[in-house]
């Protein structure tokens, strides 16, 4: 029986349309307002509704996360967000997502040991990148290695069987900070670095980003920890644009690689994974700290077209519950480096007291988020911003083949078939070629 099934409350919503009515089931998640089940509208009225961006549509049914925005509430199979970013590594969150819960010891040891042993990538998959420009956008070098996995793993198209379908969501988290870490090192012309059982997930991404052949890396721990709660703060976000990307792609039958390289397309545009790359552009254009009462006067006027980048939320209507993590950590690298002269990051700064302080602000709830913060501390890093939007498709992955696994073991899945309202030409006849004016 489906989760659908299983959350009917007994209420109904009437909608009457001439002398026919449609009493239409309520049903009733876990948390979260109540939900009019309409499967049926079409059927017993003739009629659909209109949701254009689907903003007030539940698609599906889920367990992975839940979003309260008014309240700024996020929580992964339960757990709120602050708590795994402060007390969990990646890799357990990686699980927990996948499987519901969160693993002991003994099934933590074993799920690290096999994630590590998939982070190689073939070694054909090295020729992919010599067919790129060298100036090709990361994510352009990602998505199309991604869904090119494929074609050195063809058991993934058998998404039927639970092991194919589990052995490829470790072959995608496992292999997608290779494949991240190699499109960087190619665009600036450095050797591929090949990760390393010894480091955690978080450290080895750094490594392969940023060390050489030519000489010892080590990881610093405390850009470690920075990195692994900035995966973990972007882990999954529910049915955000790239996540229903996936889930649709999925319906299909797809296997999983195609699926996820369609999400990190989805994401690859600005509206959606480009929000910390827009907050440093915005630094760059107020380009000093004296300039910003007039940038604050411009945002503050309606008229002026100017905008406030990495400050409120489309979901969130309180405050971004991975904002205040992602300012402390943003404060420890900093710290870390000693950066204290960084222009942009002194921009930042001030950007920040003044949205904490200024009633204009405080009172519209324009509070910073979590973009705001991760493009300081990625900038401080030394990670370019043409791999900010990959580094969230690295975090995301995990999500989006948790959802994905989820959607295709629903009992009585189906294909996304979304409906339109038609506002074209009414039907007519074709003139041929030769008689037409």
Request: charged share 20%; proline share 6%; with cysteine.
């Amino acid at each position: 029986m489906s989760g659908s099934q299983t959350a009917v409350t007994g209420k109904s919503a009437s909608i009457k349309l001439g002398d026919d009515t449609a009493e239409l089931p309520v049903l009733r998640g876990t948390l979260g307002p109540d939900v009019v089940d309409i499967r049926r509208i079409t059927a017993d009225l003739g009629i659909f509704t209109f949701d254009p961006g689907y903003g007030e549509t539940a698609s599906c049914v889920s367990k992975v996360t839940f979003i309260d925005g008014d309240k700024g509430v996020l929580l992964h199979r339960g757990y709120p967000i602050d708590q795994l970013a402060e007390q969990a590594s990646y890799p357990e969150v990686i699980y927990l997502l996948l499987n519901g819960e969160l693993p002991n010891k003994s099934q933590y040891a074993t799920f690290v040991d096999t994630l590590t042993n998939h982070t190689l990538l073939h070694e054909q998959i090295r020729n992919f990148f010599n067919g790129y420009r060298r100036d090709a956008h990361p994510m352009a070098i990602l998505c199309g290695t991604v869904g090119a996995l494929s074609a050195f793993y063809p058991d993934a198209n058998d998404i039927s069987r639970q092991e194919s379908r589990d052995l490829s969501a470790m072959r995608l988290i496992a292999k997608i900070p290779t494949i991240a870490a190699w499109a960087y090192k190619y665009t600036i012309g450095e050797p591929f670095v090949y990760p390393r059982n010894d480091l955690n997930y978080a450290e080895n991404f750094l490594s392969m980003m940023f060390a050489r052949p030519s000489e010892p890396y080590k990881v610093n721990p405390v850009l470690a920890r920075a990195m692994n709660r900035i995966l973990i703060l972007h882990a999954d976000h529910e049915q955000n644009a790239s996540t229903s990307t996936v889930r649709m792609a999925g319906s299909t039958g797809a296997n999983p690689f195609a699926c996820i390289a369609a999400g990190i397309a989805a994401l690859w545009g600005p509206a959606h994974g480009g929000a910390n790359e827009a907050v440093l552009k915005m630094l760059a254009s107020i380009g000093s700290v004296e300039n910003i009462p007039d940038f604050i006067a411009k945002v503050k006027d309606k008229n002026s077209g100017v905008k406030l980048m990495g400050f409120g939320h489309r979901v969130y209507k309180n405050f971004d519950p991975r904002a205040k993590i992602m300012q402390a950590t943003c404060h420890e690298v900093l710290t870390e480096l000693g950066i204290k002269d960084d222009p942009l990051l002194d921009l930042a700064v001030e950007l920040e007291k003044i949205a904490l302080s200024d009633d204009y602000f405080v009172k519209r709830k324009l509070y910073p988020n979590v973009d705001f913060y991760s493009g300081i501390i990625l900038k401080a890093m030394g990670i370019p911003t043409s791999m900010f939007t990959v580094l969230f498709a690295v975090a995301r992955t995990t999500g989006w083949v948790s959802q994905w696994k989820e959607m295709i073991e629903e009992p009585g899945q189906r294909i996304s078939r979304p409906r339109q309202l038609y506002m074209g030409a009414e039907k007519r006849d074709m003139t041929p070629l030769d008689r037409r004016p």
